[in-house]
Every structure is written in structure tokens, then in C-alpha cells.
């Protein structure tokens, strides 16, 4: 799946472990989330839109699959 997420994080200059520590995961588990190795939860998906105040369908695209 496509994201934004490292867009998103880049835009407010945080590092994958800050990233991590707010959405209160591993800083690997992001990286697998920006690398499209894994798709996040749902539970953990609405707290990364929520954390940058979007809808999950604006953060991530399923259109390629």
C-alpha cells in the first residue's frame, strides 16, 4: 500500500523514533509502514491520521492493489 507518511513526517522534521514514540510504536515498525513491507493495523492507522489531523484515505492509497 502507498503512503505519505515519511512525507508527512519529513514535512515536520521528525525522525522516524520521534515518529514512532507518538504513535507509541517501534521506530522499525514505522520504517516498514514508509516502506510498504507492512500495512499498518487499523487502530494504529487511525491514530497516525489522527496524529497528523487527515482521513486515513488521505495518508494512505489502496488503489494499487
Do not use: C, Y
Not at 503512503?3 to 519529513?10: E, F, G, Q, S, T
Not at 507509541?24 to 492507522?45: F, W, Y
Not at 487511525?46 to 492509497?61: G, K, P, Q, V, Y
Amino acid at each position: 500500500m502507498n503512503n505519505r507518511l515519511k512525507v508527512l513526517r519529513a514535512e515536520r522534521n521528525w525522525s522516524q523514533a520521534e515518529l514512532a514514540m507518538r504513535l507509541d510504536v517501534s521506530r522499525q515498525a514505522v520504517n516498514a509502514i514508509e516502506t510498504g513491507k507492512h500495512d499498518p493495523s487499523l487502530p494504529l492507522a487511525f491514530r497516525i491520521a489522527r496524529l497528523f489531523a487527515l482521513s486515513i484515505e488521505e495518508i494512505f492509497d489502496d488503489s494499487a492493489n
